[in-house]
């Protein structure tokens, strides 16, 4: 069994405040993992030791078996790792299109890609557009990113995830601020456009989670308490007691 990513005793303390506790958590290949757990718990914080914004204050992480404790968030996305933001990150002043150029020019090999860029790469561009058209944008491929709606920059945002060609995504709430609709359509996206590449995602809707998810951990106040398939996770006592709540455990 390979795993993408393996955390062995992962704490993070902020000055005297910990927040988390040996965190052990693999991730196997192409796995959707989600993780889940009431605000607070810790769940951004863990997403952002694993991009390298934050060092972890113990214990080690590892993607695709390579060592990436306390690396710089560029390095760390030189192995694979992709993660989309709770707030976008789209470049509002470019086209869908070129921010999707430049993501796919930020995932070619290092020493190509400003001669990539300089040549206006037929590779790059249709990888861009092979993007664009899997995240649903192909009609607005010269609209500026900032003029797209807010679920139109969260499809964005994910297939700038996607050409960079990262093999592991962290989604953190990917749904949060959309209708009910729109949730639902870009959780259908997240599931097609992820075949195949390892997923790590925090998402609040738990029918989506239960869905989507081939394995779902539970972190309550800096600890995961359960891993397991959804059905584990379900039949889980001390999870319907700490997260599901009262109605949950009925
Ligand atoms: N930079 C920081 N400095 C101090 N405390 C922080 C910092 N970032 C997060 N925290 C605290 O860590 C806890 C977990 O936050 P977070 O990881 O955002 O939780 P979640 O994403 O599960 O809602 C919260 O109590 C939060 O206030
Ligand atoms: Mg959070």
């Known amino acids: 069994m390979t795993h993408a990513l393996v955390l062995s005793g992962v704490e993070k303390r902020f000055g005297a405040t910990q927040v988390l506790y040996g965190v052990d958590l693999s991730i196997e290949t192409g796995e959707r993992h989600a993780l889940i757990g009431p605000n607070g718990a810790g769940k951004s914080t863990l997403f952002n030791l694993i991009a390298g914004a934050l060092r972890p204050s113990a214990g080690r992480i590892e993607l695709n078996g390579a060592n990436i ?12 790792l992709a993660r989309s933001f709770q707030t976008t990150s789209v470049f509002p002043r470019l086209t869908a299109f070129d921010n999707l150029r430049c993501a796919a020019l930020s995932g070619a090999p290092r020493g190509a890609r400003w001669r990539n860029l300089l040549a206006g790469s ?21 609209r500026l990113a900032g003029a797209l709606s807010y679920a139109q920059q969260r499809a964005l945002d994910l297939g700038m995830a996607l050409a960079s060609g990262a093999h592991t995504l962290l989604l953190d709430e990917p749904t949060a601020g959309m209708s009910r609709d729109e949730a639902r359509d870009a959780l259908a996206l997240i599931r097609a456009t992820t075949a195949g590449k390892t997923l790590l995602m925090v998402e609040h809707d738990m029918e989506a989670v239960f869905g989507l998810a081939d394995r779902i951990s539970v972190l309550v106040r800096g600890r995961i308490i359960a891993t397991g398939t959804p059905d584990a996770i379900r039949a889980d006592a001390a999870v319907r007691e700490a997260y599901l709540g009262p109605a949950a455990a009925r």
Do not use: F
Request: charged letters at 25%; one cysteine or more; proline letters at 3%.
């Open 69 to 80: 404790t306390g690396r710089a968030p560029y390095a760390i996305s030189r192995h694979g």
């Open 122 to 142: 037929r590779a790059i561009d249709e990888r861009a557009r092979g993007v664009l058209e899997a995240v649903g944008l192909a009609a607005c491929e010269h």
